[in-house]
């Protein structure tokens, strides 16, 4: 369920990032409090779906795993860009929640 979250978070913050692009009314400090927390939330999702597997044992795809990680790691190179490219932030944040939410989908389908 909590992954569902996820998805629909970062997806809601990809678009909203998009449209702010365009619309300056978007804009603001309550659009980057919404994509961290959305952000927040898929890091928190891979922790405990760790800590879970690894009390449980139970047997995960790889491919699983490792879009939880890859996830992860683009945030952290989204992150990494937003000065290098900071006339574009919105279009940066928008298409990387859109494909952070890609990637969770893809985790989801394949459990």
Partial sequence: MMGWLVIGLNAAAGLW???AHWVLALRGRLLWIFTAAA?????????????????SEIQVSGLHQAYGFV??????I?????????????????????????????????S
Avoid at 71 to 76: E, K, L, P
């Fill in 39 to 55: 952000q927040t939330l898929l890091i928190v999702q891979v922790i405990l779906g760790v800590i879970h597997m690894n009390r």
């Fill in 71 to 76: 996830s992860i790691f683009s945030i952290a």
């Fill in 78 to 110: 989204i992150y990494s860009y937003r000065q290098q490219i900071a006339r574009w932030t919105y279009f940066l944040y928008g298409f990387g929640g859109l494909f952070i939410m890609g990637l969770g989908l893809r985790a989801a389908l394949l």
């Fill in 17 to 19: 990032a998009l449209a």
